[in-house]
């Protein structure tokens, strides 16, 4: 596992994981759309880093070799989030990541680390654990499980170690615009009186995007605990709890509109993950 290939690299989760790669002396090739992008991160200097667009994926390419042969492989990539409604994750997302990391497997990649969604789950409420049943219901997260089924019946037929990294919640520096935690931050910066959001009795489990990228490399450097794992911190929180506690850190007073936005209708009021698994890994 000398060389670790990261997709996705300059996303939010994909900055932290080159990062807390590097930290832990790997030798990292990186990739991602936009190379111009990648050049402001502050880790380009310290990885291989070759552009790639998923859209022109061509079957006749050997992107292992295409990719120097890595030793392992945490594929991150994914498009159009947080659009999760949208068909194309089932119709053009699916096919082609599937196709594209079906062709590092047939060429020799033997360690491979995905990220999932704690989406697939669907609407069950409470803790959700890595042995329960999915029911995804959005596009989305129906995209995502069949890309680990089908993940998981290549595994039966050529050998390598296959992790699925079911995402719960993050946040952090570098987090779309439009997540809830970039809008308060604005709101802060903006020296807002008020912050709009939805009543916040969802019950959710957050980790800070930091911490998601050093449990993603711990996972994906070792092959002792394979399959489906929980990347959370096992704990339920309210969305309200978590807006004060953020208010009261950074030390600011702001009055919450509560109920301004209604609540989502593709994700359970609460649920949160069974962290086991997880911290079963040394």
């Not at 802060?188 to 009543?199: H, L, P, Q």
């Not at 993603?216 to 002792?224: E, K």
Request: with cysteine; proline share 4%; net charge negative.
């Amino acid at each position: 596992m000398n060389k670790i290939l990261v997709t996705g690299a300059t996303g939010f989760i994909g900055n932290y994981v080159v990062s807390a790669l590097l930290k832990n002396g790997c030798q990292v090739i990186a990739s991602s759309m936009d190379e111009n992008k990648a050049k402001q991160c502050s880790w380009f200097s310290a990885v291989t880093y070759i552009p790639f667009d998923i859209s022109l994926f061509n079957d006749e390419i050997n992107y292992y070799e295409f990719f120097y042969k890595p030793g392992a492989m945490i594929h991150l990539a994914w498009e159009g989030l947080p659009n999760y409604k949208a068909g194309f994750h089932v119709e053009v997302n699916l096919p082609r990541h599937y196709s594209f990391l079906k062709n590092m497997l047939q060429n020799g990649l033997a360690n491979l680390t995905v990220t999932g969604t704690c989406f697939e789950y669907g609407m069950q409420e409470g803790m959700l654990s890595e042995n329960m049943s999915s029911h995804p219901a959005n596009p989305y997260a129906l995209a995502k499980d069949n890309l680990r089924k089908l993940l998981e019946e290549q595994s039966e037929k050529m050998p390598f170690v296959f992790k699925w990294v079911r995402l719960f919640y993050m946040y952090g520096s570098g987090q779309n615009p439009k997540s809830l935690f970039s809008q308060l931050q604005k709101a802060i910066d903006e020296k807002a009186d008020t912050f709009n959001m939805s009543g916040g009795e969802q019950v959710r489990d957050y980790l800070k995007v930091a911490q998601v990228a050093e449990y993603i490399v711990m996972i994906a450097l070792q092959d002792t605990v394979t399959g489906i794992i929980n990347c959370c911190s096992g704990k339920p929180v309210s969305i309200k709890q978590l807006v004060e506690k953020y208010l009261q850190e950074q030390q600011v007073e702001m009055n919450l509109n509560l109920g301004y936005y209604p609540y989502t209708d593709y994700e359970p009021m609460a649920f949160w993950g069974d962290a086991k698994k997880l911290k079963s890994i040394n």
